[in-house]
């Protein structure tokens, strides 16, 4: 079993920045690919950006590229998700998960979730 804890979600404004955190626990989760997706009320779960397992490779959805930038510390075992230039439309609850296969953007394809971190910007 991999435990996935977010932390860093908050209210910003539009323009501003956050930094989410994703602590992970349990099996070797340094050999899983690591990912982040969001959902917004009434809105199907989004993929954001995934990284992996040895940090070499990533990924970005169109929406966010050049926005946020994705990273990994294995010793520490944490991901973080670097978001700038945020938008209203970027307002949704932000999840890590885990995929021990190769990283991609569907979300049936990672095995562990976390419970989810509320992303709100303003106007």
């Known amino acids: 079993q991999v435990q996935l804890v977010e932390s860093g979600g908050g209210l910003v404004q539009a323009g501003g920045s956050l930094r989410l955190s994703c602590a992970a626990s349990?099996?070797?989760?340094?050999?899983?690919?690591m990912g982040w997706f969001r959902q917004a009320a009434g809105k199907e779960r989004e993929f954001i950006a995934a990284i992996s397992y040895s940090g070499a490779s990533t990924r970005y959805a169109e929406s966010v590229k050049g926005r946020f930038t994705l990273s990994r510390d294995n010793a520490k075992n944490t991901v973080s998700l670097q978001m700038s230039s945020l938008k209203p439309e970027d307002t949704a609850i932000y999840y890590c998960?885990?995929?021990?296969?190769?990283?991609?953007?569907?979300?049936?394809?990672?095995?562990?979730w976390g419970q989810g971190t509320q992303v709100t910007v303003s106007s």
């Open positions: 349990g099996r070797t989760v340094n050999s899983y690919g």
């Open positions: 998960a885990a995929t021990q296969g190769i990283i991609n953007d569907y979300y049936k394809s990672y095995n562990y």
